[in-house]
């Protein structure tokens, strides 16, 4: 199993770091690597879209040639967090618009980039996500929400009436950091995805 971390921007080595644990706790051999440059995905088993600028990462993406390829190959598992959900949308806010924010089109759901205000209303709350059995405490850095959701989206987690959580075929979308905590249960059912 070979997982890409996109390394343009945001939490790269936490992702790194997490699915390296989640993989030893599996006892799963499995590589974990840097995407910074075009003609890596191909190689990819799944691809993780990490928190960071929205924006920034999503016209690098488009620069760099790396967004075709994330569009290109359908079939593989995407987990995508905070900016990378933004990333994965069809649709935006009137923020992404204005912005112009590059987007790539996957998942049949509508966000809002800064749905819980900016830096310093970052948070953590206790989720109740559908696949989990116990709560889980999830970390908010300026964080999005999706506020609409197509048929084909699987609404997995909501917080204040937003949903924050989703699935759409292999596509893994978060509005908040698992990276950023010791509890390896989304990576592990993310690895159960690919």
């Not at 910074?36 to 190689?43: F, L, N, Q, W, Y």
């Amino acid at each position: 199993m070979r997982i890409g971390v996109i390394a343009i921007q945001g939490d790269v080595e936490e992702h790194i770091a997490s699915f390296r644990k989640a993989l030893g706790e599996r006892r799963e051999r499995g590589q974990v690597i840097r995407i910074d440059r075009k003609g890596v995905i191909p190689s990819c088993d799944a691809v993780v879209i990490p928190g960071g600028e929205s924006t920034t990462i999503g016209r690098l993406l488009e620069r760099e040639g790396i967004a075709d390829e994330i569009r290109g190959s359908r079939d593989v598992p995407i987990f995508a967090t905070c900016a990378g959900l933004v990333l994965l949308a069809k649709h935006g806010d009137e923020q992404v618009m204005r912005t112009g924010q590059p987007l790539l089109g996957l998942m049949d759901i509508t966000v809002n980039r800064n749905a819980f205000g900016r830096q310093r209303e970052s948070f953590e709350a206790e989720l109740s996500l559908s696949f989990l059995d116990r709560p889980y405490n999830a970390v908010f850095i300026r964080a999005p929400a999706i506020t609409e959701a197509g048929s084909r989206v699987e609404v997995l987690g909501t917080y204040d009436n937003l949903i924050v959580a989703a699935r759409q075929g292999k596509m893994l979308a978060l509005a908040f950091h698992p990276e950023l905590t010791d509890d390896t249960r989304i990576h592990h059912y993310f690895l159960d995805i690919i």
